[in-house]
């Protein structure tokens, strides 16, 4: 497997982490980009070109492809195109290996068609087989360990002040929401901070080291106070603070108010973590991006009340077009919290008595080995 952006990793490291953990699978995972890894896998060496980590086997894949032994199942992550040399060797080995290609998650309708669909080689006898994550029957499923739910459901108050104290996040100040902020360049970041700077009540804003923070402390400049990672303007408190690693990021979603999210790691997470989210999809060409999007609020609103329907697209479309959010539909938003999370726990449960994304692809693997 190949990666190289965190939503792209992250959905790689958690994949390898549940196939070793859950499956007792031995994973080994090449990835190009070390120093993007390490920032949500602290125990990786970005200056090693092969290493352990939590069981795993990390290779660095570098222009010029090592010479290895493929393994039994290949899985090519998000398109990232296996080596010539590695293909060579894979027509070597005595029994195919069962390559995967491992797609994008999307909520459209025409994956359930596509999904398991085989895919031969232009020019050799190898064949791969569309492996595609759904949020229905009749899809890949979705990335959950097998103890992620109980996990979350454990998260008490004391555990979550635990955490808080461990990563020196700001305690919650009277009647204060608490945000997580995780988006694109795209996302309309200014008009969200006038907005949370103007909130009827308290804002803790936490957003990861990264672009969206410098455009926040950018714009922040003036602010009436400052220090090393904290900006405080009128209503809104912002807290700046490194890359975690997943564990710790699943257990910031679990403890903030509201959560806003990116790409699919992220936006998978956000869902397992029940509170109220918002998605900002990854641009592509020709907006062919609005297509998932509608085709996810379509899936996810579905049973919602329409009112609560209503709010989540409101605040979902302007976020991914560029707009400023709306006040009303913010405010609007903030009023069916507590619906909004009703919802979520019944969508939670409902994809929970889905087959997940690792046990799928272990259950199809051996049926070819």
Not at 286 to 314: I, N, Q
Not at 343 to 352: A, P, R, Y
Request: charged share 20%.
């Amino acid at each position: 497997m190949v990666v190289d952006n965190y939503g792209d990793i992250g959905v790689c490291w958690r994949l390898a982490k549940q196939l070793t953990w859950d499956h007792h699978q031995v994973v080994r995972l090449w990835i190009d980009d070390l120093v993007s890894f390490s920032r949500i896998a602290p125990d990786v060496n970005p200056g090693m070109q092969q290493q352990s980590v939590q069981g795993i086997k990390i290779c660095h894949w570098q222009p010029v492809f090592a010479e290895v032994e493929p393994a039994d199942v290949v899985i090519e992550a998000f398109a990232c195109e296996l080596p010539d040399a590695y293909i060579a060797a894979m027509l070597q080995k005595k029994k195919q290996p069962v390559w995967i290609n491992l797609e994008y998650l999307s909520a459209e309708p025409w994956v359930v068609q596509y999904h398991g669909l085989p895919s031969p080689h232009p020019r050799f006898p190898l064949s791969k087989t569309f492996f595609f994550p759904g949020f229905v029957p009749g899809t890949g499923g979705l990335l959950r360990e097998k103890h992620l739910i109980e996990h979350r459901e454990a998260f008490d108050a004391a555990a979550e002040q635990a955490f808080l104290q461990r990563h020196k996040i700001l305690e919650r100040r009277t009647h204060q929401l608490r945000i997580s902020l995780f988006c694109y360049d795209t996302a309309p970041v200014e008009g969200l901070i006038h907005l949370l700077s103007e909130s009827p009540v308290p804002v803790l804003l936490i957003v990861p080291q990264g672009k969206a923070a410098g455009r926040i402390a950018t714009l922040l400049c003036h602010a009436t106070a400052r220090t090393e990672g904290l900006i405080e303007q009128k209503q809104l408190t912002v807290q700046i603070i490194p890359f975690m690693a997943q564990a710790d990021y699943d257990r910031l979603l679990w403890s903030c108010d509201i959560n806003f999210v990116r790409g699919e790691d992220s936006f998978v997470r956000a869902q397992w973590a029940v509170h109220p989210f918002i998605w900002n999809i990854y641009p592509q060409a020709e907006g062919a991006h609005w297509k998932k999007l509608h085709a996810f609020l379509d899936l996810y609103t579905a049973h919602m009340p329409s009112e609560t329907a209503l709010a989540v697209r409101a605040v979902w479309l302007c976020w991914n077009d560029g707009n400023e959010i709306n006040k009303a539909a913010w405010m609007n938003f903030l009023e069916l919290r507590e619906s909004l999370t009703q919802c979520n726990k019944k969508w939670v449960q409902w994809l929970g008595e889905q087959a997940d994304l690792a046990s799928n692809l272990v259950q199809f693997t051996e049926n070819q080995l």
